[in-house]
């Protein structure tokens, strides 16, 4: 009679490593969904900033409260506003007469 070969043990290993498959599946599905909505986040804040919805009204600044001059542009959260530029004014140095 013929000797009968054993099989479970390659069925336990399969079973064995089919499982941490699945948990380094569920471990990189999660990981991809932090990093996704941590994106979304990101996202909608800037178009929220863009479209003037979390953006406060603007107010046409008077010119006598900055002297340089009043620039138009974006500000760190991405909404427009007005910035008081400082422009230096070169005075000329007074130059000793030579007699």
Known sequence: MAKRKI???KVAKWNDLSS???I???TLAFILLVV???AMKKVSL???SRAG???PQLTLPRAEDCTGGWTYKRDGN???AFFCEVKETVTPSKSPLKK
């Open 7 to 9: 099989i479970i043990n």
């Open 20 to 22: 941490w498959n699945f």
């Open 24 to 26: 380094i599946f569920l």
């Open 36 to 38: 996704v909505l941590t």
């Open 46 to 48: 800037d178009l929220r």
């Open 53 to 55: 919805l979390s953006c």
């Open 78 to 80: 991405g909404c427009l």
